[in-house]
């Protein structure tokens, strides 16, 4: 594997763990996003990560100041891939934005780079042609909270070259991941495979007033020896994610459920400011939400 200078363009939710936990692993990582504001946040965001890391998997302060002096920030796109060997796009999940992204990314980007994708639910070749590069293009799909739910799944595309797809798997295992090798296309991959429709399920029942978040999660999480239920795994994906993959679902599928779902989670958590886990409010309050309170169960 020859990578070593990687770029992780996109700091939002899964972007800034992305690079944190690379740069933890010892290599040197550029942010990349749009302009100096985003990227002080994605800063004081991984200060906030450092703590996880100490808590979660007994990281030593070492480790941590090692991680720091391997993350550089960069706003200018051609600036932040002159070195690459490897960019991770981690932009929003929108067709149109990624697009965008990647025939501007061919135009600047070295010949050796490889790019990857972390999109959870969009296909490789939905954007190969507009790489410029596609046997050197595939997705690399990490799990929220990266550090803990150390999975990433790769996948290919038709014309995706295998030594390539290789070469990732093993930056993938570089950088403390179980790497999932998927051979053929797959909408969802394997994550969201199972785990939209268990959402969906979930969001159908709060939709329809079945049953209350709270209840919800109560009845799978003592049913299923869970830690956490549909709600709170929500509040942890974030409110904007949720509504675009319910939002794509529902254009691929013309489910008219999916669409009112969607409307439900703009009106009544996105329009509202209830975001999720990282505003500190969505269907829980944040930092102590009730579901990990020992009555929750009780």
Not at 97 to 120: C, G, H, M, Q
Not at 242 to 266: C, E, G, R, S
Request: charged share 20%; aromatic share 12%; glycine share 6%.
């Amino acid at each position: 594997m020859h990578f070593k200078n990687v770029t992780v363009a996109g700091s939002g939710v899964l972007g800034y763990q992305i690079a944190f936990q690379t740069a933890f692993h010892g290599f040197k990582v550029t942010v990349y996003d749009i302009n100096d504001e985003i990227l002080d946040k994605a800063k004081e965001k991984f200060f906030e990560l450092s703590e996880c890391y100490k808590k979660d998997i007994n990281a030593t302060q070492e480790q941590l100041d090692n991680t720091f002096k391997n993350l550089s920030y960069c706003a200018n796109l051609e600036e932040a891939v002159k070195d690459a060997d490897l960019v991770i796009e981690a932009v929003p999940e929108n067709p149109e934005i990624k697009r965008d992204f990647y025939e501007k990314l061919s135009k600047v980007a070295p010949e050796k780079t490889v790019f990857v994708s972390n999109t959870s639910t969009l296909l490789p070749s939905q954007f190969s042609e507009f790489t410029g590069r596609p046997e050197k293009f595939l997705a690399l799909h990490f799990a929220n909270r990266i550090w803990v739910h150390n999975t990433a799944e790769i996948m290919g595309h038709a014309t995706t070259d295998r030594k390539v797809f290789d070469e990732v798997v093993a930056f993938a295992k570089a950088v403390g991941m179980l790497a999932l090798p998927i051979y053929k296309e797959q909408p969802g991959y394997i994550i969201n495979t199972l785990l939209v429709p268990y959402l969906v399920s979930a969001l159908d029942l709060w939709v329809n007033e079945v049953a209350a978040p709270h209840t919800i999660d109560q009845t799978w999480m003592k049913t299923q020896s869970s830690t956490i239920g549909p709600f709170g795994t929500l509040d942890m994906i974030g409110m904007t994610t949720a509504y675009n993959v319910t939002m794509l679902q529902a254009d691929l599928t013309k489910n008219p459920l999916l669409l009112k779902i969607a409307d439900k989670i703009k009106t009544e958590m996105i329009d509202t400011g209830k975001m999720g886990m990282e505003t500190g409010q969505g269907f829980y309050d944040y930092p102590n939400p009730a579901y990990q309170s020992e009555t929750f169960l009780q």
